[in-house]
């Protein structure tokens, strides 16, 4: 199966070479010091790499080493915008994310979204 949707344009030089790695059966799901693909592109605030790598698969629900969710990190990146984490979040959603998931702190997203400041991202956990 070929990861790389041909002749889109949205894919970027990380995308690919992230496409290659899948291609060449790397695991979308390997972890580096606890934190997965996904968790690392929502925390360096990668959008279409966290998008690319939800279709192709991705874990949505794995924690990392703290505990959290890649739903909760949507919330807690800073470098996220709250447009941006809300990208995120609506993809995560779309692959099967739970909106009421709780961190090993007992926290949802939303709660997290509420005080890190993230109006529309709230919103969004909320009516989901």
Not at 33 to 41: D, T
Not at 59 to 74: F, K, M, T, W, Y
Request: a negative charge.
């Amino acid at each position: 199966m070929s990861y790389v949707e041909h002749g889109d344009p949205q894919l970027g030089p990380i995308v690919r070479g992230l496409a290659a790695a899948l291609n060449d059966g790397e695991s979308v799901n390997g972890s580096l010091g606890g934190h997965s693909a996904l968790h690392l592109g929502i925390l360096n605030g990668h959008v279409e790499i966290c998008r690319y790598l939800a279709r192709c698969g991705a874990n949505v629900s794995a924690a990392d080493r703290q505990g959290d969710l890649p739903i909760h990190l949507c919330a807690l990146a800073r470098i996220l915008s709250d447009e941006s984490a809300v990208q995120v979040a609506r993809s995560l959603l779309e692959h099967g994310a739970q909106p009421d998931a709780v961190n090993a702190r007992g926290e949802t997203a939303s709660d997290l979204a509420q005080m890190r400041e993230k109006p529309l991202l709230y919103q969004l956990l909320k009516d989901s």
